[in-house]
Nanobody, 124 residues
Framework: VQLQASGGGLVQAGGSLRLSCAASGRTLSSFAIGWFRRAPGKEREFVSAITWSSGTTFYADYVKGRFTISRDDAKKTVYLQMNSLKPEDTAVYYC??????????????????WGQGTQVTVSS
């Protein structure tokens, strides 16, 4: 599975961005797509995930109510709509694919394929 993340940029606090993660290759083996982020000097952390089959969604507490994950099966693309952005959301955002049927979606080692990352910068 190949993943292409896009949509990052510079936005003011309170603004919005929509990230995209386009999957190609052996996408039938992908069970779910997750978004993670890594801020400067910090560990990579889970943001959100969605399963391809049922569309079940998962969110980290610090983005609940602000971020929305969705999928377009026809385009094999997952979106992360980010609203009410805060400076602490500044990070490189990565999408990843897991083939495990019952993954622990918040654990990065459950994912075998990663996109290249897209920078999100939120100014105060």
């Amino acid at each position: 599975v190949q993943l292409q993340a896009s949509g990052g940029g510079l936005v003011q606090a309170g603004g919005s961005l929509r990230l995209s993660c386009a999957a190609s290759g052996r996408t039938l083996s992908s069970f779910a797509i997750g978004w993670f982020r890594r801020a400067p000097g910090k560990e990579r952390e889970f943001v959100s995930a969605i399963t391809w089959s049922s569309g079940t969604t998962f969110y980290a507490d610090y983005v609940k109510g602000r971020f929305t994950i969705s999928r377009d099966d026809a385009k094999k693309t997952v979106y992360l709509q980010m609203n009410s952005l805060k400076p602490e959301d500044t990070a490189v955002y990565y999408c990843a694919s897991t083939h495990y049927v019952h993954p622990i979606v918040a654990v990065s080692t459950e994912y075998g394929y990663w996109g290249q990352g897209t920078q999100v910068t939120v100014s105060s």
